[in-house]
C-alpha cells in the first residue's frame, strides 16, 4: 500500500479512536468553551481528523497516476474540504442531541389527583397499598387512608406525605 494513503488511513483511524475514547471515557477536551458544543468540541475535532483523513486518502487513490506533489496537495485539499462540512454536521448533530427534549422527572406532585386501585387492603388510619397509574406507568405505592379500604377499591390520590406514600380517598360508587 502506498505510505502516503496510508498515512492519511492512520489519520482518519486516530479521529475514529479519539472519538471512541470521548464515548467511553467522556468529553475530556473542553476546547474553546465551557459547554464545548461549538467548533472546538471534541466530537467536531474527531469528525475533522477522521473525516479529513479518510477523504484525503480515498482522494489519494483516485489522483493515483498524476505527478506526486500535485497528487499529494490535491489529496490534503479534498481532505480538508471533506472535513468541514462533516465537522459542521457532527456540530449541529451533538447540539440537536444535548438540546433534545424530554419528559420532566415524575414528581409528588404528578401524583396528586392520580386514579389507582387498592392491591393490599388499607386499614383505617394504617398503611396498605395501591397500584397508581401516572404518566403512562403503572406504580406501586404505600397508601394511607382514613376509613379502611379492600383490595380491589378504586381510590384517588389526595396527598403525597411522603416520596413513597400516598393519601387516598376511595372513588367507589
Known amino acids: 500500500m502506498d505510505p502516503f494513503v496510508l498515512t492519511l488511513l492512520l489519520v482518519g483511524a486516530a479521529g475514529v479512536v479519539l472519538l471512541l475514547l470521548a464515548l ?3 468529553d475530556f477536551s ?3 468553551h465551557p459547554d464545548a458544543d461549538g467548533p472546538f468540541s471534541l466530537p467536531a475535532l474527531c469528525a475533522f481528523i477522521g473525516g479529513g483523513g479518510f477523504a484525503g486518502a480515498i482522494a489519494a487513490t483516485v489522483l493515483d497516476g ?3 506533489a500535485w497528487r499529494i496537495t490535491g489529496s490534503i485539499g479534498i481532505g480538508l474540504v471533506a472535513a ?3 465537522a459542521w454536521l457532527v456540530v449541529r448533530f451533538a447540539g440537536a442531541l444535548m438540546r ?5 422527572t415524575l414528581s409528588d406532585s404528578h401524583l396528586m389527583g392520580a386514579l389507582g386501585v387498592v392491591i393490599s387492603a388499607i386499614p383505617a388510619g394504617g398503611l396498605g397499598e395501591v397500584r397508581l397509574s401516572v404518566a403512562g406507568q403503572q406504580l406501586k405505592y404505600n397508601a394511607r387512608a382514613e376509613d379502611a379500604l379492600a383490595p380491589g377499591t378504586p ?3 389526595i396527598g403525597t406525605p411522603s416520596a413513597t406514600s400516598v393519601e387516598v ?3 367507589a360508587p
Open 24 to 26: 467511553v471515557i467522556g
Open 84 to 86: 468541514v462540512p462533516l
Open 66 to 68: 498524476i505527478p506526486e
Open 100 to 104: 433534545m427534549r424530554t419528559d420532566e
Open 169 to 171: 380517598v376511595s372513588v
Open 30 to 32: 473542553h476546547l474553546g
Open 155 to 157: 381510590v384517588y390520590v
